[in-house]
């Protein structure tokens, strides 16, 4: 079960579908589908087990009562830390994670804050999750950071992790390519034909589709479990 089986990592991703349909400003299924290829390999080089729950394998009628269920749910499975991610922040690495390990090994909490006021990961162990009290945050605004702070810094030390971006639209891809330049050569190639007059990306849009569709691999169970990187 890799280097520490009491920690794994959640990605609570959708599939490109889905997230298509969620956030349609970006009008591109291809930047989504480069994003989850990166957060899963990023996430698989730590040598923690982890789990992709999408829309397949996710439970409940709204946003929170879907985490908190897929939080739940590897709780279940043994593990005495979940470290939580999502797939559009692109800037996170390897080596964040394993530091939100070291901390949670500390019994330490971890959060990673975005700079629109949500979060972009979380590290806490099972006796520091309360499923009501989560489930009473103010989930997808931009309260959420400060709220979630409030809540588990009454338990024990958080870790504030370093702030990164979230892609959630078309202004902040523009955003992320003009602020930062150690941006992998795939994400900046679909983040750029994204951004350019339909008429320029019809004509790149079958080689982009072709090079990235080739490569990367789908969720296709309820979930994928991942436990021998």
């Not at 800037?91 to 909490?109: E, F, G, H, V, Y």
């Not at 892609?167 to 983040?191: A, C, G, M, P, Y």
């Amino acid at each position: 079960m890799g280097q520490d089986s009491s920690t794994a990592i959640l990605i609570f991703a959708n599939s490109s579908e889905r997230e298509l349909s969620n956030k349609p400003h970006i009008n591109s299924t291809a930047i989504f589908d480069v994003l989850t290829k990166h957060t899963l390999s990023t996430v698989h080089s730590t040598g923690l087990p982890y789990f992709h729950f999408t829309e397949r394998s996710q439970k409940g009628d709204s946003f929170k009562d879907r985490f908190v269920n897929a939080l739940e749910r590897v709780f279940e499975m043994g593990f005495s830390n979940v470290i939580s991610v999502g797939n559009d922040s692109p800037q996170l690495k390897t080596s964040d994670l394993l530091q939100a390990n070291m901390q949670l090994q500390a019994r330490r909490i971890v959060l990673g804050p975005s700079a629109d006021g949500g979060i972009y990961m979380m590290g806490i162990h099972r006796d520091d999750f309360k499923a009501l009290e989560f489930l009473n945050l103010p989930w997808q605004t931009s309260d959420l950071y400060q709220s979630l702070l409030d809540l588990v810094s009454r338990r024990k030390d958080v870790v504030r992790m370093k702030i990164l971006f979230d892609l959630d639209n078309r202004e902040d891809l523009k955003l992320f390519i003009s602020r930062f330049h150690n941006i992998t050569k795939s994400l900046l190639v679909v983040i750029q034909d994204l951004l350019q007059p339909p008429k320029t990306r019809i004509q790149s849009s079958f080689f982009n589709r072709q090079t990235f569709f080739s490569s990367i691999f789908f969720n296709k169970g309820s979930p994928i479990i991942f436990r021998y990187p």
